[in-house]
C-alpha cells in the first residue's frame, strides 16, 4: 500500500449529538454523530499514485438515439480525463452485454500524464454505440483493473441510458455484492429510460452517489465535478465502529446527511460487541449518522455508556486499523419530565429526513401503480416535511409532481400531466438531505 504523509491525511473528529435523559424504564436511546475531516492534503496534491479511477461508459445501441447521448457521452469522458491529475491511475471501459477496454487497453490502468490523458481522448472518439447491456461485467472488469495496482484509493465513474436487460437482477447483485468494499463508485442515468432503482441500487451498494442527467448537455459538466471530487479523496475504507456493553441492542445505524443510507445490514464483527460498518473514502467533508440502541431497563440516578462510536482506517503499512477520533452516547435516567421527552433538535430533525425519503418513495410507488389516494397522501406528507425541514430543493422537485395547496399542512393535489424527467430526478434525489441547523 502507498505511504501517506501526515500532510495528505485528513484529521477527523466526532461529535455527538443527544439528549441522554430517559424516564424511569425508558430503553431507546437515539445520537446523532457528526464526522468531520478537515485539514488534510488531497489525492492531487499529496499522492496521486494511490489513486485510481475507471470510467464505465455505456455504448448500448440505444446511447444512438439520439445521437447527442453517444456524443454527450464522449464529452464527459474526455473532460473527466482532463480533471485526472498527473500521476493518478485511471483507465475507460465500454460497456454492452459485454465489457471492454477501451484505455490503455492492456488489462491495466495508465498513469494520467500529458500524452496518456491525449491517448486516451484520442481513443474516446472512436467509441460507438451497438449491443445491448450487462452492468455487472462493467463493475467486474473495473475491479479486475483496479486490483492491478497497488491503490489506497480506487474508484469508479459509471454512466448509462438504459435498463440492465442483458443480465438477471441476480447476476447484477452478485456483481455488486463481488464490488463492495473494494472500489466505490458513483453512478449516472442519462436521459429517462434507465430505472431509477438500478442506478440508485448500485451506487448505494459501491458507497457512491447517484443522479440523473436528463440532458446529455450536462454531462461534461456533472463528470468534470465528479472527477474533482474523486481527486479530493485522501484516506479510503473509512469505519464507523460501534460498540455496545453487554444488554445494548443496536437498532440501526444511518447515514443521514448529505443522504440518507440505512448502513445496520452492512456491519462486519470487529470483537467482542462491536462491529463496523463502511462509510467509503474521504476528503475535506463532514457527513452526519443516527446511531439508535436500546438499552436494559434501569431506575432513576442510574446512568450508563450506551454506546461508543469510533472512526477507523486502514493500516497504509497492513497492520491494524487505525483509530482517528472517538465519541461516546450516554444513557442517564432521570425522575424530571421536562429532561427525559425533551427530543434533541438534531435527532428529531435527521428522523423527519429520513421520513421524507421514504415518503417520496412510497407516493412515487403508489402514483406508477394508479393509488391516487395514496401517492396523494405520501407526496403530501413529503411536501409538509420538506417545509418544515427548510429542505428547499426537494419541495421545488416535489412542486413539478404535485399542485402544493398548503404545504404546512400537507394538502396537495396531483398533477394530471408529469415529466418523465421530473419524476425520475424526485425520485432519484428523494434521499438527499439538509444539514441541521444548529
Known sequence: MANFSKSTVPQFSVDVYQNEFLPEGGRDVSAIVTVTSTGGGTV?????????????????????????????????????????RDGTSFAV????????????????????????????????????????????????????????????????ILLTDGRNEHESPEELRAALDACAGRFTCDARGVGTDWEVKEV?????????????????????????????QAMGKGVADVALRLWTPVGVEIAFVKQVA???????????????????YPTGSWGDESRDYHVSVRVPRAAVGQEMLAARVSLLAPDPAGGDAR??????????????????????????HYTGQAELADAIQAGLDARKSGDRDGATAKLGRAVQLAAASGNADTAKLLSKVVDV??????????KAKVAEADEMTLETRSTKTVRVKR
Open 323 to 348: 483509530p482517528l477520533s472517538q465519541g461516546l452516547v450516554r444513557a442517564v435516567w432521570t425522575d424530571d419530565l421536562a429532561m427525559s421527552t425533551s427530543i434533541n433538535p438534531q435527532v428529531a
Open 44 to 84: 492531487g496534491a499529496g499522492a496521486p499514485d494511490s489513486a485510481g479511477v475507471v470510467i464505465m461508459v455505456d455504448c448500448s445501441g440505444s446511447m444512438d438515439y439520439p445521437a447527442t447521448k453517444m456524443r454527450g457521452a464522449r464529452e464527459a469522458t474526455a473532460a473527466a480525463v482532463d480533471t485526472l
Open 200 to 228: 440508485t441500487g448500485i451506487a448505494s451498494a459501491l458507497l457512491g452517489t447517484a443522479d440523473i442527467v436528463a440532458d446529455p448537455a450536462g454531462l461534461a459538466a456533472d463528470f468534470t465535478a465528479m472527477m474533482e
Open 405 to 414: 395547496v398548503d404545504a404546512v399542512a400537507g394538502t396537495v393535489r396531483l
Open 258 to 276: 448529505p443522504t440518507v443510507e440505512d448502513l445496520t445490514g452492512r456491519r462486519t464483527e470487529a470483537g467482542p460487541r462491536a462491529g463496523d
Open 93 to 156: 471501459v465500454a460497456g454492452t452485454h459485454v465489457a471492454r477496454e477501451v484505455y490503455p487497453g492492456n488489462g491495466g490502468l495508465a498513469v494520467a500524464d500529458a500524452r496518456t490523458r491525449a491517448e486516451a481522448k484520442e481513443a474516446l472518439r472512436r467509441l460507438s454505440a451497438s449491443g445491448g447491456t450487462a452492468i455487472g461485467t462493467w463493475l467486474r472488469l473495473a475491479d479486475r483493473l483496479l486490483s492491478s495496482a497497488d491503490l489506497t484509493i480506487r474508484h469508479g
